[in-house]
């Protein structure tokens, strides 16, 4: 397979060659990445003009020929049948000269378009020139444009200039002769919806050079003018009315259910009138049903509806502060949705007195079951398993488990629908194809071409899931026309075209069970069959990994991940005896992350600012490998200056090639804790695979049902304390091996030691309660009802400091406080936006909110026989001066070239780096898109910052 996608794409290298002179060229005179698209697309659409000429001459000798043939041809089918048929058409065809590949002469213009849209999304995706850099408007070329209220406004702008485009070269506004060109320009709204605007703006400006050009070839007669066929009678508006009524009646459903949760994200203290005035509409058009009617038989179909609701109602006014069930938005939400279910049923029973029986013909059994195959495909086996292998460490449980488990609910789904199936009536067969169909169409749709961008998936809430909450209204219109259409479409397919989406889902499943074995061939064994250990007792070897000495020189790097910055100076303030704690300690509070994320900002940290992401991407190398070239720098200095220790809990780094340091594992000490502080120790392993089944089903529904799913990080399955108990275990797991630290460690003769921990304790999502402890039944913020607020963050932070602190405490103890080297750091601060950084206005509505917000991260020093008190340093920092700090503070080399920190001054020149991708590709892959900030001066100076170029 590889070697048939290598082959095809080799078929593009040309048309990417002739693209890739031209931009390079024009790039070299403009130096403005933006006009240089609108330049490159005007020289690749004249350039390509007498490709297109030809195209639409033979497109029109086509034409002209079918129509010479149309008479004859019909006449033959009319009157004849079976061979006699067959030969007499090849006898026409031969008199008219036709031959078989003449057809493809229509076509030729899109086989010429095709390879110039593939060239052009590589040579224009990721280029570096376009990160940071606007146009005519748009933000940042690299990314999606996002100009109104979020919504991407450029490929709508392509569309319609598309579908004007295509009503002027087929001179015709019928529908019908414009299908091909329609359908094309709705596949490219798809397919480039979420791409760079980059793109977007080459493409439409394709479009505009194409219209210029066909409009003077056709004025000068270079280019024949076209010969539209007769219109034939449209549909009547009436009849297609009365033929689609029941679909209609869902579409204006599907409205108001995406309205409903709009309101409800907006407008969340208003809602309760919402509910007041579908309860008035419900009883109204019940009173009118009861009347015209006159039947209450006819609601025996909303019986269960109204089973559903009272208890609802109940809840709702009864029962709403906190509910183990169900949260109070989706409480809310769920009354709403079958308010309107009754609400649309009376219509149904108004509009449609008799249920009509089902004029399209079912799917037949073989070909219902291969649908239902493709569901639950997607929703039950690969999506889930997808989840599993990106966040497998959090699973806890091995692939075979998880398929156990899922091949069973895979079964079950397709056991109740083919039963329903076979027991339905013919008209109710009809119904259950389309919505099988329309299921399959949903999922597809939303899963493949339309995800939401809330990020990366971490330790089970999303990284950007401030993306669920600012879907803006115009996004919920569409996702309701999406829908729409795709019922109209799966309709249409299952009257006419059932043996085609048959094969088309079969095709499907064929190659996404292939990428799936790639995902789990590439899963270590060690990893992915890792569980909760049974053992109570203190691991083999865990005190012989503390040791620390007391003739020589101790160094304690703690990585505190997501830690905010300036989380220390509030925690100061809180607590004014806090300071006397620290001393010794010295805080640089003016320090800055050089990057978003764990995996791209490790590389500077242990290596130095040569590390940094801007000088390494196009070195060659992919993420993975500048973290292990850094780690190796940072360890070998050590080790070359006679340290030995533990390396604990590292990420992404191999450690067994540096010898004197062992690794140890943090979640090895778990049991023990628990058994010590009498815990009892916790598996949910089922309701982990409940939660996959929900990121798949989250990702395979609609935009609008994304925010009840999610609930607010909670996950609507994860009631009724599953979630509360899943929180506690990770805080827990977290915090356990810190507590255990000074009971763990030993104080020897040893020489130089060294102790590495990178700790996640700080990390999204958080599960520690007000009052430190892991949390119960209640959030962290009651107010805010979720483990990824901002209060949630500084209850966790402080948690981690304290267990530090009183680690501290036990080297003062010990005796070894003053030749031990303290290095607590963070890689980055978290997303909340309280970091203390001022985005000028003028840069708020683009990606650096988003981007910033991590900015902020902590360095905390305390250097070997340092008696002074606590101090802070107002020094401009970054993360990647880590290791000139170090060596500075031992007063040793053990990273040369890494310059001298107490020399920058106050307008230092600082960068620090977005990926404007999910943080994985940082790993596997070596150019990517980012965006760059420069900093001049401290980080609470609006001034200080700008757009940075490299």
Same mark, same amino acid.
């Not at 604990?648 to 004197?660: E, F, K, R, S, V």
């Not at 990273?895 to 780096?913: H, I, K, L």
């Given at each position: 397979?590889?070697?048939?996608?290598?082959?095809?794409?080799?078929?593009?290298?040309?048309?990417?060659?002739?693209?890739?002179?031209?931009?390079?060229?024009?790039?070299?005179?403009?130096?403005?990445?933006?006009?240089?698209?609108?330049?490159?697309?005007?020289?690749?659409?004249?350039?390509?003009?007498?490709?297109?000429?030809?195209?639409?001459?033979?497109?029109?000798?086509?034409?002209?020929?079918?129509?010479?043939?149309?008479?004859?041809?019909?006449?033959?089918?009319?009157?004849?049948?079976?061979?006699?048929?067959?030969?007499?058409?090849?006898?026409?065809?031969?008199?008219?000269?036709?031959?078989?590949?003449?057809?493809?002469?229509?076509?030729?213009?899109?086989?010429?378009?095709?390879?110039?849209?593939?060239?052009?999304?590589?040579?224009?995706?990721?280029?570096?020139?376009?990160?940071?850099?606007?146009?005519?408007?748009?933000?940042?070329?690299?990314?999606?444009?996002?100009?109104?209220?979020?919504?991407?406004?450029?490929?709508?702008?392509?569309?319609?200039?598309?579908?004007?485009?295509?009503?002027?070269?087929?001179?015709?506004?019928?529908?019908?002769?414009?299908?091909?060109?329609?359908?094309?320009?709705?596949?490219?709204?798809?397919?480039?919806?979420?791409?760079?605007?980059?793109?977007?703006?080459?493409?439409?400006?394709?479009?505009?050079?194409?219209?210029?050009?066909?409009?003077?070839?056709?004025?000068?007669?270079?280019?024949?003018?076209?010969?539209?066929?007769?219109?034939?009678?449209?549909?009547?508006?009436?009849?297609?009315?009365?033929?689609?009524?029941?679909?209609?009646?869902?579409?204006?459903?599907?409205?108001?259910?995406?309205?409903?949760?709009?309101?409800?994200?907006?407008?969340?203290?208003?809602?309760?009138?919402?509910?007041?005035?579908?309860?008035?509409?419900?009883?109204?058009?019940?009173?009118?049903?009861?009347?015209?009617?006159?039947?209450?038989?006819?609601?025996?179909?909303?019986?269960?509806?109204?089973?559903?609701?009272?208890?609802?109602?109940?809840?709702?006014?009864?029962?709403?502060?906190?509910?183990?069930?169900?949260?109070?938005?989706?409480?809310?939400?769920?009354?709403?949705?079958?308010?309107?279910?009754?609400?649309?049923?009376?219509?149904?029973?108004?509009?449609?007195?008799?249920?009509?029986?089902?004029?399209?013909?079912?799917?037949?059994?073989?070909?219902?079951?291969?649908?239902?195959?493709?569901?639950?495909? *997607?929703?039950?086996?690969?999506?889930?398993?997808?989840?599993?292998?990106?966040?497998?460490?959090?699973?806890?449980?091995?692939?075979?488990?998880?398929?156990?488990?899922?091949?069973?609910?895979?079964?079950?789904?397709?056991?109740?629908?083919?039963?329903?199936?076979?027991?339905?009536?013919?008209?109710?067969?009809?119904?259950?194809?389309?919505?099988?169909?329309?299921?399959?169409?949903?999922?597809?749709?939303?899963?493949?071409?339309?995800?939401?961008?809330?990020?990366?998936?971490?330790?089970?809430?999303?990284?950007?899931?401030?993306?669920?909450?600012?879907?803006?209204?115009?996004?919920?219109?569409?996702?309701?026309?999406?829908?729409?259409?795709?019922?109209?479409?799966?309709?249409?397919?299952?009257?006419?075209?059932?043996?085609?989406?048959?094969?088309?889902?079969?095709?499907?499943?064929?190659?996404?069970?292939?990428?799936?074995?790639?995902?789990?061939?590439?899963?270590?064994?060690?990893?992915?069959?890792?569980?909760?250990?049974?053992?109570?007792?203190?691991?083999?070897?865990?005190?012989?990994?503390?040791?620390?000495?007391?003739?020589?020189?101790?160094?304690?790097?703690?990585?505190?991940?997501?830690?905010?910055?300036?989380?220390?100076?509030?925690?100061?303030?809180?607590?004014?005896?806090?300071?006397?704690?620290?001393?010794? *300690?010295?805080?640089?509070?003016?320090?800055?992350?050089?990057?978003?994320?764990?995996?791209?900002?490790?590389?500077?940290?242990?290596?130095?600012?040569?590390?940094?992401?801007?000088?390494?991407?196009?070195?060659?190398?992919?993420?993975?490998?500048?973290?292990?070239?850094?780690?190796?720098?940072?360890?070998?200095?050590?080790?070359?200056?006679?340290?030995?220790?533990?390396?604990?809990?590292?990420?992404?780094?191999?450690?067994?090639?540096?010898?004197?340091?062992?690794?140890?594992?943090?979640?090895? +000490?778990?049991? +023990?804790?628990?058994?010590?502080?009498?815990?009892?120790?916790?598996?949910?392993?089922?309701?982990?695979?409940?939660?996959?089944?929900?990121?798949?089903?989250?990702?395979?529904?609609?935009?609008?049902?994304?925010?009840?799913?999610?609930?607010?990080?909670?996950?609507?399955?994860?009631?009724?304390?599953?979630?509360?108990?899943?929180?506690?275990?990770?805080?827990?797991?977290?915090?356990?091996?810190?507590?255990?630290?000074?009971?763990?460690?030993?104080?020897?003769?040893?020489?130089?030691?060294?102790?590495?921990?990178?700790?996640?304790?700080?990390?999204?999502?958080?599960?520690?309660?007000?009052?430190?402890?892991?949390?119960?039944?209640? +959030?962290?913020?009651?107010?805010?009802?979720?483990?990824?607020?901002?209060?949630?963050?500084?209850?966790?932070?402080?948690?981690?400091?304290?267990?530090?602190?009183?680690?501290?405490?036990?080297?003062?103890?010990?005796?070894?406080?003053?030749?031990?080297?303290?290095?607590?750091?963070?890689?980055?601060?978290?997303?909340?936006?309280?970091?203390?950084?001022?985005?000028?206005?003028?840069?708020?509505?683009?990606?650096?909110? +988003?981007?910033?917000?991590?900015?902020?991260?902590?360095?905390?020093?305390?250097?070997?026989?340092?008696?002074?008190?606590?101090?802070?340093?107002?020094?401009?920092?970054?993360?990647?001066?880590?290791?000139?700090?170090?060596?500075?503070?031992?007063?040793?080399?053990?990273?040369?070239?890494?310059?001298?920190?107490?020399?920058?001054?106050?307008?230092?020149?600082?960068?620090?780096?977005?990926?404007?991708?999910?943080?994985?590709?940082?790993?596997?892959?070596?150019?990517?898109?980012?965006?760059?900030?420069?900093?001049?001066?401290?980080?609470?100076?609006?001034?200080?910052?700008?757009?940075?170029?490299?």
């Amino acid at each position: 397979m590889n070697g048939f996608i290598s082959s095809l794409l080799l078929l593009f290298k040309p048309f990417e060659i002739i693209i890739e002179i031209a931009y390079r060229a024009l790039y070299s005179l403009v130096g403005e990445p933006g006009w240089t698209l609108v330049l490159v697309s005007a020289v690749i659409t004249f350039g390509t003009a007498p490709l297109y000429t030809l195209a639409d001459r033979w497109k029109q000798a086509e034409g002209v020929l079918q129509k010479r043939m149309k008479r004859d041809l019909d006449s033959i089918r009319s009157n004849y049948s079976g061979q006699k048929r067959f030969y007499m058409i090849r006898t026409a065809h031969r008199i008219y000269r036709y031959k078989w590949w003449h057809s493809l002469r229509t076509s030729f213009g899109l086989f010429i378009q095709i390879p110039f849209f593939f060239a052009a999304i590589n040579v224009i995706s990721g280029r570096p020139e376009f990160s940071g850099n606007s146009f005519l408007g748009i933000g940042d070329l690299s990314a999606p444009d996002a100009l109104l209220s979020g919504i991407n406004v450029l490929p709508f702008i392509m569309t319609a200039i598309n579908i004007c485009l295509a009503f002027y070269y087929s001179g015709t506004a019928s529908l019908k002769q414009n299908r091909d060109f329609l359908l094309m320009a709705a596949v490219f709204l798809v397919l480039l919806y979420n791409s760079p605007a980059a793109l977007l703006v080459y493409w439409t400006m394709n479009n505009i050079w194409s219209f210029l050009r066909t409009f003077l070839f056709r004025k000068i007669g270079w280019q024949p003018s076209p010969d539209p066929e007769p219109e034939t009678k449209g549909v009547d508006i009436h009849d297609f009315i009365a033929r689609n009524l029941q679909i209609l009646i869902t579409s204006c459903q599907f409205f108001a259910a995406s309205l409903t949760v709009w309101s409800i994200s907006a407008f969340d203290e208003y809602f309760k009138y919402i509910i007041v005035v579908l309860l008035c509409i419900s009883f109204v058009l019940t009173a009118v049903v009861l009347f015209v009617r006159k039947s209450i038989r006819r609601f025996f179909p909303l019986v269960p509806v109204c089973l559903a609701l009272v208890p609802l109602l109940y809840m709702l006014l009864f029962f709403r502060n906190y509910n183990p069930l169900i949260s109070n938005p989706n409480l809310k939400l769920c009354t709403a949705f079958l308010l309107e279910l009754w609400v649309f049923g009376c219509i149904r029973l108004l509009l449609l007195p008799n249920i009509p029986e089902s004029k399209v013909e079912p799917l037949r059994l073989r070909g219902f079951f291969m649908v239902a195959i493709s569901v639950s495909f *997607f929703v039950l086996l690969y999506l889930p398993a997808k989840y599993y292998v990106s966040t497998v460490s959090d699973m806890g449980f091995s692939p075979g488990y998880l398929f156990t488990w899922l091949i069973m609910l895979f079964a079950a789904f397709l056991g109740v629908a083919l039963v329903a199936y076979r027991f339905a009536r013919p008209g109710f067969r009809s119904v259950l194809s389309i919505a099988m169909v329309f299921c399959f169409l949903v999922i597809f749709v939303y899963s493949v071409f339309l995800p939401l961008d809330t990020g990366m998936l971490d330790s089970f809430v999303f990284q950007n899931e401030a993306a669920i909450n600012r879907i803006p209204l115009l996004a919920y219109l569409a996702d309701a026309v999406i829908i729409s259409a795709l019922l109209f479409l799966a309709e249409m397919i299952v009257r006419s075209y059932r043996q085609s989406i048959v094969l088309f889902s079969c095709a499907l499943v064929a190659v996404f069970f292939g990428h799936l074995l790639i995902l789990f061939n590439g899963i270590k064994t060690e990893l992915a069959s890792q569980s909760v250990m049974e053992s109570v007792d203190m691991p083999s070897g865990a005190m012989d990994n503390h040791v620390l000495s007391s003739n020589g020189t101790n160094v304690v790097f703690i990585l505190a991940d997501m830690f905010n910055g300036n989380y220390l100076g509030d925690f100061l303030d809180e607590d004014p005896d806090l300071a006397a704690r620290m001393a010794g *300690f010295e805080w640089y509070r003016d320090s800055l992350s050089v990057s978003y994320n764990t995996a791209s900002s490790l590389p500077a940290m242990l290596g130095g600012t040569a590390f940094e992401p801007r000088f390494l991407d196009g070195n060659g190398f992919s993420g993975k490998q500048e973290i292990q070239k850094a780690a190796d720098r940072f360890f070998s200095g050590f080790i070359d200056n006679g340290f030995t220790g533990t390396i604990n809990n590292p990420l992404y780094i191999a450690t067994d090639m540096y010898q004197g340091l062992v690794r140890d594992d943090l979640y090895a +000490y778990v049991p +023990y804790w628990r058994q010590r502080n009498g815990i009892a120790s916790e598996r949910a392993d089922d309701q982990r695979i409940q939660l996959l089944l929900m990121l798949s089903i989250f990702n395979a529904s609609p935009w609008h049902m994304r925010y009840p799913i999610y609930d607010d990080g909670s996950w609507i399955i994860f009631r009724s304390g599953a979630l509360f108990d899943y929180m506690r275990n990770r805080a827990i797991r977290e915090s356990a091996y810190l507590d255990l630290l000074p009971e763990l460690c030993t104080v020897q003769e040893a020489g130089n030691r060294l102790l590495y921990i990178h700790n996640e304790l700080p990390h999204t999502p958080y599960g520690i309660a007000p009052d430190g402890e892991p949390v119960r039944n209640t +959030y962290p913020d009651e107010e805010k009802r979720s483990f990824t607020s901002a209060a949630a963050a500084r209850y966790s932070a402080k948690k981690q400091l304290t267990l530090m602190l009183k680690w501290v405490d036990w080297f003062r103890e010990a005796g070894i406080f003053d030749n031990t080297l303290f290095v607590i750091v963070s890689d980055h601060g978290n997303p909340f936006e309280d970091n203390g950084i001022v985005i000028p206005s003028e840069l708020r509505r683009t990606s650096a909110p +988003y981007d910033l917000s991590r900015a902020h991260s902590l360095i905390l020093i305390k250097r070997p026989f340092s008696v002074s008190d606590f101090s802070v340093n107002d020094l401009p920092v970054t993360s990647s001066d880590i290791p000139a700090l170090i060596s500075e503070a031992t007063g040793s080399s053990l990273f040369p070239e890494t310059g001298n920190v107490q020399n920058y001054g106050a307008d230092r020149f600082r960068v620090y780096s977005s990926i404007a991708t999910d943080w994985e590709n940082f790993l596997q892959q070596d150019s990517l898109p980012w965006r760059h900030y420069r900093f001049d001066g401290p980080l609470d100076a609006p001034s200080a910052w700008s757009v940075f170029r490299p």
